[in-house]
């Protein structure tokens, strides 16, 4: 839609240009001026094409008008079908549409998937309720997107499940990300009130230390081991450091 603008703009202003010049030919040239004040005739003639000239500008003006309400429509549409309204990071559908890009095609050495589960999330709804929750929510994914590479794409994939893809998996930056994560959670957890703690579970998997036949496989690993730890004992609170495969 973007070359469609600039091709109506070009249309509008070339138009505009005719309309100028015609007016300036007519009103320097008295004699011309004249014959088209006196004759009946070549004053309806050059009305009627002033008048084509501004219709025509009018309606590539009003083209463009639509459009772009065509384009603000079809962004609103795809923000509710691919972001979750409750954290604004990409929804379940996001996550899917990512993970089918890499079907059929040779998984990129280095990518890196991670499922987080939040945990504690029904005690919490259960003693402040789910508004509460939802708030909770909400915040662990801006801590989310605060503490991960720019790089890295942010899913809300379930409930209180995330995925998290890092297109450049190294150590160095998952530690980094570790980090950041830990102590995000932990500055929130300590300004909070005594019961509403942030926890979660980590599952990795990465490409060129696993033997995935695919993507979706790759990141698969990585659910069932959020799943399998968020089932072993209590995890930290601090959300980090607890990524072991």
């Not at 402040?128 to 942010?154: M, N, T, V, W, Y």
């Not at 893809?165 to 929130?188: M, S, Y």
Request: proline share 3%; aromatic share 10%; net charge negative.
């Amino acid at each position: 839609m973007k070359r469609f603008d600039k091709i109506k703009t070009v249309q509008m202003m070339f138009v505009a240009a005719l309309t100028v010049i015609a007016l300036v030919i007519v009103f320097r040239d008295k004699e011309l001026f004249q014959m088209i004040a006196q004759n009946v005739h070549i004053k309806a003639l050059a009305v009627l094409l002033w008048a084509a000239l501004g219709s025509s500008f009018l309606f590539m003006f009003l083209d463009i008008r639509t459009f772009t309400n065509l384009r603000k429509e079809n962004n609103e549409l795809d923000f509710a079908v691919y972001t979750d309204p409750l954290t604004g990071v990409a929804n379940r559908n996001s996550c899917d549409a990512y993970i089918e890009n890499y079907e059929g095609v040779e998984i990129p050495e280095g990518i890196g998937a991670a499922t987080i589960i939040m945990a504690g999330m029904k005690e919490l709804n259960e003693k402040f309720g789910h508004e509460k929750g939802d708030s909770d929510i909400r915040e662990f994914a801006e801590i989310l997107q605060a503490a991960a590479p720019d790089d890295c794409f942010i899913g809300r994939n379930g409930g209180i499940k995330f995925l998290l893809i890092f297109p450049q998996w190294t150590p160095k930056d998952w530690r980094a990300f570790e980090t950041a994560l830990a102590g995000r959670v932990r500055e929130r957890n300590e300004a909070s009130p005594e019961g509403d703690t942030l926890a979660c579970v980590i599952g990795v998997a990465y490409q060129g230390e696993e033997e995935a036949n695919s993507f979706s496989e790759l990141v698969a690993m990585s659910d069932r081991r959020a799943a399998a730890k968020l089932s072993g004992p209590s995890p930290k609170s601090a959300g980090a450091g607890d990524t072991e495969k």
